[in-house]
């Protein structure tokens, strides 16, 4: 799992990837990774993954602000599954430089 284990600041959100057990890559948003992933496993979470359940968090990058991870989750569905882990790696590489992405 690769990520910024705590939010840079009190407005960050995370875009998370998870990798469901169909093989497919789910993209989310949260305020907390960790806990969101928690309901996606006990089926609470999207619909996509009560019929497709995750079988690991497979990172997450925080972004300044709702907003931004709202933009950031949309491109990032928009790419097929190889481009989509690598553009999560690209930007926790970012990240870490930075320590929050901005949009």
Same mark, same amino acid.
């Given at each position: 799992?690769?990520?910024? &284990?705590d &939010? &840079?600041?009190?407005? *960050? ?5 998870? #990798?469901?057990a =169909?093989? +497919?890559?789910y993209t989310?948003?949260?305020r =907390?990774?960790h806990? +969101?992933?928690?309901?996606?496993l *006990? ?6 993954? +009560?019929?497709?359940?995750?079988t690991? !968090?497979?990172g997450?990058?925080?972004v %300044? %602000?709702k907003g931004?991870?709202? +933009?950031? #989750?949309?491109?990032?569905k928009k790419? &097929? /599954?190889?481009? /989509?882990? *690598?553009? !999560?790696? *690209? ?5 870490? %430089?930075h ?5």
């Amino acid at each position: 799992m690769i990520g910024i &284990p705590d &939010p &840079p600041c009190t407005t *960050a959100w995370a875009v998370y990837l998870l #990798e469901c057990a =169909d093989g +497919r890559v789910y993209t989310g948003i949260a305020r =907390d990774p960790h806990a +969101r992933y928690a309901k996606h496993l *006990a089926g609470k979470g999207a619909r996509f993954t +009560r019929s497709n359940p995750p079988t690991q !968090l497979l990172g997450w990058v925080w972004v %300044d %602000d709702k907003g931004a991870a709202l +933009r950031l #989750e949309i491109a990032w569905k928009k790419l &097929p /599954r190889v481009a /989509r882990i *690598a553009a !999560l790696r *690209a930007a926790v590489e970012t990240a870490a %430089d930075h320590q929050v992405l901005s949009a």
